[in-house]
């Protein structure tokens, strides 16, 4: 495996890898790698002969007053992980190296962007959106793989890539889980054990608004009161949505079908944990 720092390299190694035909899968990542991370990286070889790896905590979306500094780093242990799970190639840019002096592209994504993470963290996805197709840009992929974790934001880049006619097949993954149902996520590292306890009403609702779907359940009111007061019963939980959405539009919808899916995002103190599932798919 190698890691490569400069923009300039890294663009040159892609584009010549590619007039040797060979074919390039792209996984995008913030590092402080897990699981979830690595499910995509060992998709990702299925769909080409190099797989590529970005670690870049990218500062244009995070909101003032996120986590943007304390985003946990670590290049070396992220390294060992990723070489073990078969990655060719680590982009691990510097910001200044991404964003010069006189950088002044951005993005945008309307519609589905002002809804759920959109709403809370405004400008998130014109941040996402920038810096995913810069790193398209960059990598020059044919496949890129994306964790169905941040639903919004896989629907937002693939909207993206068809508006924009970039040629890169976008693949959704499904969300990995802890042995207890929480899924996977570089920032449950700043939970307390007491609110990673809590923070279980996430899958554990989720869980049990699958089943009451499944069981007949079709009125979005009557599973989302369900869904917020067993998230309401952790003593540090603050509910910063709780939503029942068509999947493509991610609007709010009233009755549930096959296209329902349930998303929730809940602060445990300053942490801010996001979780979601189809309300009528057997649960990941
Ligand atoms: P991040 O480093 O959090 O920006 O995530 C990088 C990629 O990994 C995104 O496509 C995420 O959706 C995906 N990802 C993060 N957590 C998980 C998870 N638990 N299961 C599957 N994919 C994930």
Request: charged content about 25%; proline content about 4%; hydrophobic content about 40%.
């Amino acid at each position: 495996m190698e890691t490569i720092r400069q923009v300039d390299e890294m663009q040159l190694r892609a584009l010549a890898l590619r007039d040797t035909g060979k074919r390039i899968a792209f996984v995008p990542t913030m590092g402080y790698l897990h699981e979830g991370h690595l499910s995509l990286v060992r998709a990702a070889r299925q769909y080409a002969d190099v797989v590529v790896l970005s670690i870049f905590v990218n500062p244009t979306q995070f909101g003032v007053g996120e986590d943007f500094e304390s985003y946990p780093r670590n290049l070396e242990r992220d390294s060992a992980m990723a070489a073990d799970a078969g990655v060719d190639i680590i982009f691990a840019p510097e910001t200044a190296d991404m964003y010069p002096r006189n950088y002044a592209t951005t993005v945008r994504v309307d519609g589905i962007t002002e809804t759920l993470c959109g709403e809370s963290r405004p400008g998130h996805f014109d941040g996402v959106t920038t810096v995913v197709s810069k790193l398209f840009g960059i990598v020059q992929p044919h496949a890129a793989l994306f964790g169905m974790k941040d639903f919004q934001q896989l629907a937002v880049v693939r909207r993206m890539t068809l508006d924009l006619n970039i040629p890169v097949e976008i693949v959704g993954m499904p969300i990995v889980r802890e042995a207890d149902g929480l899924a996977m996520s570089s920032r449950n590292k700043y939970l307390s054990s007491e609110m990673r306890q809590q923070a279980l009403a996430l899958s554990d609702s989720i869980h049990n608004a699958i089943q009451a779907a499944q069981q007949g359940e079709t009125d979005v009111a009557t599973i989302m009161d369900m869904v917020k007061s067993r998230i309401k019963g952790g003593q540090d939980a603050r509910i910063d949505y709780v939503e029942i959405c068509h999947d493509s539009t991610l609007k709010p919808i009233t009755r549930i079908d096959e296209h329902s899916v349930l998303l929730v995002a809940v602060f445990f103190g300053s942490t801010r944990l996001i979780d979601n599932h189809y309300l009528l798919a057997p649960m990941d």
